[in-house]
């Protein structure tokens, strides 16, 4: 069994962005701000005993600027995972603000584990999330070494259950390696 880190990214400055006057999926262009620069700093120096293999990161900068002070601080590498990404709140890229985000979130954990998106909205329902991060992670834990893995807050619900995970918060997953697959002769 392989422990996993789940990490949620540090403060993002959302006024960076948000002040340009961008909208929906440029929102995922914010930076860490300055507090959060610290938190991901905290955080690396509390995480440095684990001896992780390596850190994981979703590709959104929030997430990848904590993972790469992470990264440097243990003196491992640092790979980027795709399917770590942020929860989509409309599958077709067409959300304009954070109501628009807040409102879809609550309908999609309303709408509980195995819900589907209703009209008005498109989400990426949570099974989605878990099935992808799931077969994100699988690709390194037949290692069986521990991972660090710095992704986003519905990332980590879909895997644990555990909502509300703070920034730079931490939550412990399990994961045991995916089974070798026999092929016959």
Known sequence: MVTVYLIRHALPDWQRVVGLGWTGPAVDL?????????????????????????????????????????????????????????????????????????????????????????????WEPLSAVRARSLAALDAHVAKDEAIIAVCHEVVIYALTGHQKTPHAGCRVFHRHPPPAVQCAT
């Open 30 to 122: 914010a930076p860490l701000a300055e507090a959060g620069i610290e938190q991901a700093r905290q955080l690396a120096t509390s995480l440095e005993s684990i001896k992780a293999s390596i850190v994981l990161s979703s590709p959104m900068p929030r997430a990848l600027q904590t993972a790469a002070i992470i990264a440097a601080k243990s003196q491992v590498a640092l790979e980027i995972e795709f399917d770590l990404r942020e929860w989509m709140p409309h599958v077709g890229l067409a959300w304009g603000g954070l109501e628009d985000v807040h409102r879809a979130l609550a309908d999609m954990v309303g709408a509980g584990d195995g819900g589907e998106p209703r009209a008005p909205f498109a």
